[in-house]
C-alpha cells in the first residue's frame, strides 16, 4: 500500500506494508515484453539482466497422462517478435529487484504496520493503522493483493473464493536435472493439461529453482490464507494419474503450501468515490494464473498510474486525473483477466472429444505466436482472446507510450 505526500520539494512515496519484512510466498513470476518494456523506460533494465541469466527456453504443453508434447514454442523467438525474452524468475529474486530499485528512488517503506481502513472523505484521505496510527496523504495507492483492506473500504461487500485450488512448491533445479527420468523436464516451462487438474512446471531464471504450481479442485486451500502447509500423501494421490516422470518430481518435493485461485470480480471503478484513493494489481483485479499475466498488470499499472500523476499540476489536480488512469487501464486488464480464466479451463478439459479438438487447434497455432505482426502498436482492446490481435495485443503493449498517447486525448 502506498501514500504519496507532497512538501515543497520532491513527492515523497511511502510504502506500508503489514508483514515485518520483506517476504515472498509463491513461486516463479513469468517477465515477459510488456513488463521489460517498462523496467526499460525507467531505465533499470540492465540491472534486471544482471538477474535474469537465461530466459525461459522451450514452452511445452502435455498430455498429464502420458507426457505426449501438444505444443511446443521457443520462447527465444520472443526476441525477434516482440523484441524482448521471456523469463521466469523466482518471486524472491524479482521481488527483491524491485524493492532494491526504489530504494534507490529513496521510496520509504514501513514494515510490521497492517492497515485496518481508510478515511476519505475530506481534502486529505488518510490510512488508519491497526495500531490506531494515521496517515495523511495526497493520494493513497491500494497495492495490497486480493485481499485488499483499500477495496474493502470501497466495496465492503465483495468477497473473493473459488473451488480452484493449487499446490505450490519449488525444489532444487539440480536434483530434477541430476534423475534420468525428469532431466528433460529442466530446460522446459511444461503445462501438463489433464481433466481438473494442471501443473505448470518449469526452472527459474536466477536460482537453481524448479517451481511446481499444481492447481486442483476441491477445498485444500483456505481463500486469504497463502502460507497454508500443503499435505504431500494427499498432493501425491491427486496427481498419481500424472505420467512417471512427474510423479518422480513430486516425490522430490518435502514442502508445499495450498491455497485458493480466487479471482476479483469486474469492480464499478478502481477510484474512491473521493476521488484521492485508488486500487491497482489483485487488489483492483486479481486474476487466475493461467496466462501468467497478473505480476505484468501490476507492474503496466503502476507504470501508467505514475505517468498519470505525472500530469497532476498539484496535490488537488490528482482527483482530476485518476479517472483516465482507470479508463485507460481498467478495459485492458479485465479482459486479461477474463482471458486467463478461460484458458484455465481450456487447459483442464475432460478427457474426449472437445479435448481432442482442443490439442488439434494447440499443434497448429501455438500460443503466444506472433508471425503475422508488424511491430505497430495494437491501440485498441480486442473483442476477446480469439481475436487475431489479442496476442500481439498483451505482448507487444508500451505502457509508457500508450498512456500518454491516451492521457493527451483523455486530459486535453
Same mark, same amino acid.
Given at each position: ?10 513527492? /515523497? ?51 498429464? !497422462? ?12 520472443? #526476441?525477434?517478435?516482440? @523484441?524482448?525474452?521471456?523469463? /521466469?524468475?523466482? =518471486? ?14 529513496? +521510496? ?19 490510512? $488508519? ?5 494515521? #496517515?495523511?496523504?495526497?493520494? $493513497?495507492?491500494?497495492?495490497?493483493? +486480493?485481499?485488499?483492506? %483499500? ?6 461487500? #465483495? ?11 519449488? /525444489? ?32 527459474? !531464471? ?14 485444500? @486451500? ?30 522430490? %518435493?518435502?514442502?508445499?503450501? +495450498?491455497?485458493? &485461485?480466487?479471482? &476479483? ?32 498488470? @501490476? ?18 489536480? #490528482? ?8 479508463? $485507460? ?56 482472446? =480469439? ?6 495485443? %498483451? ?18
Amino acid at each position: 500500500m502506498t501514500t504519496k505526500q507532497e512538501k515543497r520539494t520532491d513527492p /515523497i512515496s511511502k510504502v506500508v506494508e503489514a508483514a515485518p519484512s520483506l517476504q515472498v510466498v509463491g513461486d516463479g513470476i513469468a517477465v515477459a515484453a510488456s513488463s521489460q518494456r517498462v523496467l526499460k523506460h525507467y531505465g533499470i533494465l540492465n540491472n534486471f539482466y544482471s538477474r535474469a541469466l537465461k530466459d525461459m527456453g522451450v514452452m511445452q504443453h502435455r498430455r498429464y !497422462s502420458t507426457g505426449e508434447i501438444v505444443s511446443a514454442r521457443d520462447m527465444s523467438s520472443h #526476441i525477434q517478435q516482440y @523484441g524482448y525474452a521471456s523469463f /521466469i524468475l523466482s =518471486r524472491r529474486g524479482y521481488l527483491r529487484f524491485l524493492f532494491e530499485e526504489a530504494e534507490k528512488r529513496s +521510496v520509504q517503506f514501513q514494515f510490521g504496520t497492517p492497515a485496518e481502513t481508510v478515511e476519505d472523505n475530506s481534502t486529505r484521505p488518510v490510512l $488508519i493503522l491497526k495500531n490506531g496510527d494515521r #496517515i495523511q496523504a495526497d493520494i $493513497i495507492v491500494g497495492a495490497d493483493g +486480493v485481499k485488499s483492506v %483499500v477495496r474493502k473500504f470501497m466495496y465492503p461487500d #465483495i468477497n473473493v473464493s473459488s473451488d480452484q485450488n493449487c499446490y505450490r512448491a519449488s /525444489i532444487s533445479l539440480s536434483k530434477v536435472l541430476d534423475d534420468p527420468q525428469t532431466a528433460p523436464l529442466g530446460s522446459s516451462l511444461d503445462f501438463w493439461m489433464g481433466p481438473q487438474h494442471l501443473v505448470i512446471a518449469g526452472p527459474s !531464471s536466477d536460482e537453481d529453482q524448479y517451481s511446481i504450481a499444481l492447481y486442483h479442485p476441491g477445498d485444500t @486451500g483456505t481463500a486469504r490464507d497463502w502460507k497454508k502447509p500443503g499435505d504431500l500423501v494427499h498432493m501425491r494421490d491427486t496427481f498419481k494419474d500424472f505420467a512417471p516422470p512427474m510423479r518422480k518430481v513430486l516425490d522430490i %518435493v518435502d514442502s508445499a503450501v +495450498v491455497w485458493k &485461485v480466487v479471482e &476479483v470480480p469486474p469492480l464499478p471503478s478502481w477510484v474512491s468515490k473521493g476521488g484521492k484513493v485508488v486500487i491497482i494489481g489483485d487488489a483492483a483485479h486479481g486474476m487466475t494464473p493461467y496466462q501468467g499475466q497478473g505480476a505484468a498488470m @501490476g507492474v503496466e499499472d503502476g507504470a501508467a498510474l505514475a505517468e498519470t500523476l505525472e500530469r497532476a499540476t498539484s496535490a488537488a489536480d #490528482i482527483k482530476r486525473v485518476l479517472p483516465a488512469f482507470e479508463k $485507460i487501464r481498467k478495459p485492458r486488464a479485465e479482459l486479461i483477466a477474463s482471458a486467463s480464466a478461460m484458458l484455465g479451463k481450456m487447459w483442464q478439459m475432460s478427457d474426449g472429444e472437445a479435448q481432442q479438438q482442443r490439442d488439434e487447434r494447440m499443434k497448429a497455432m501455438p500460443i503466444w505466436d506472433a508471425k503475422s505482426w508488424d511491430g505497430s502498436h495494437v491501440d485498441d482492446v480486442p473483442g476477446s482472446m =480469439r481475436d487475431p490481435t489479442y496476442q500481439t495485443w %498483451v505482448m507487444g503493449h508500451d505502457t509508457a507510450g500508450f498512456t500518454n498517447r491516451q492521457l493527451d486525448k483523455l486530459l486535453a
